[in-house]
DNA sequence: TTAGAATATGAGGAAAACCTCGCCTTTTGT
DNA sequence: ACAAAAGGCGAGGTTTTCCTCATATTCTAA
């Protein structure tokens, strides 16, 4: 009598090793069409026509369209939060680690402007990818804060607060110019934001 | 024999007072339900329901979905750019018209954070859009160059490379404070960019 | 080799959004 | 007062997109 809720496979994980990459291909697929398309004409049909599947093996592996996006957001959330503590990781002085950093995070997103606007400014935001852009953030901004108080040339007088500033200004200027003025170099703006900051820790 | 293109109405201008407060309340309309839904949720349904009307009476003053978002990123530009020139219309030492120009523009924003970001984000931007932006910023950037010019205190070497920057800082960290961190005070989110720029120029 | 599990297929159902069109109501000008 | 123009209405046609499910193919392991 109750059937219960068959509603959908519970998309289990791939197990054989075809469908391992059939879902590889499906996040790629995705990626480039969300870049060409945007999100809302990114359709789960376009990305399984890009990925040369059916529709129905799409849904094998997400169980709707915002999952696939969701997993994307994550990705790069990850890839990103490695390499800036990477950079971060050992106290060196402001005029080693300010560059690497800035060149880090430009690069980061001039590999593939299309889709990070798409993935940050038209994408639905779920409360929980919110709250781990936050961690991310607050982890950098205490990394940078631990660099601005170790340096003893540097004289910051709240160095939490002021961390805070310094990763949103790499953040949002690397973001309006890789989305706005995508012809700009990204040396040359990696450079500006860095005496930006500079002038900002004087 | 050729019933030709009826098509649609071509829209008219409102001729009647009547019509011209219900073009005013579809728009307002919109800003509301584009603020609280976002784009894609803000159905042509919704709007006409926000405003009283029904859906029939909204497509006899706009074409489409597109058009009423048009109008308003159009309206928003406007007045951004008239409050800028305002500002920064006359000479005056750096002290003065950085904080005027910083509060302008986080005022601006501030007003209503979930519009700006369905008007920025969100929407789609025909060229014609992006061009308009383009050029307002230009001239923006072109009267911070002059003042910058003006200023003997100041030793810019390259004014109107400079003021592209300056204009980039207060535009993008307004932007992203709003949208990503509507609990900080505008008025402290604009002393601290003022900081920021002024370390950049000196 | 072969049974059964895993994976792939794609036509089409369901839902949602856009927009139209014929008709009704209000305003205007004479 | 009345005809004509302007404005308003809203059920429903059309299109688009998401997603399912019955069936077919491929793989694994005994």
Chains 1, 2 share one sequence.
Request: aromatic letters at 6%; one cysteine or more; glycine letters at 4%.
């Amino acid at each position: 009598m109750p059937p219960s809720r068959p509603t959908h496979k519970p998309r289990k994980m791939p197990q054989q090793r075809r469908s391992r990459r059939t879902r590889e291909r499906i996040l790629d697929a995705a990626a480039q069409v969300f870049a060409d398309c945007g999100y809302a004409s990114g359709t789960t049909d376009r990305i399984a026509a890009e990925a040369r599947l059916s529709v129905g093996s799409l849904y094998q592996y997400f169980p709707n369209k915002d999952a696939i996006l969701f997993v994307l957001v994550q990705r790069h959330m990850d890839h990103a939060a490695q390499v800036v503590r990477q950079v971060l990781a050992e106290p060196r002085p402001l005029e080693e680690w300010l560059p690497a950093l800035t060149r880090a995070v430009v690069r980061l997103h001039a590999e593939n402007p299309g889709l990070h606007q798409v993935l940050f400014e038209q994408a639905p935001r779920p409360p929980e990818l919110v709250l781990g852009f936050h961690e991310a953030e607050a982890e950098a901004a205490a990394a940078v804060a631990a660099l601005l108080r170790a340096d003893p040339a540097l004289k910051v007088a709240e160095p939490a607060r002021t961390a805070r500033y310094v990763v949103a200004i790499i953040e949002s200027l690397t973001h309006r110019f890789i989305s706005h003025s995508p012809e700009l170099d990204p040396e040359e703006l990696a450079g500006e934001i860095c005496s930006i900051v500079t002038g900002y820790l004087r």
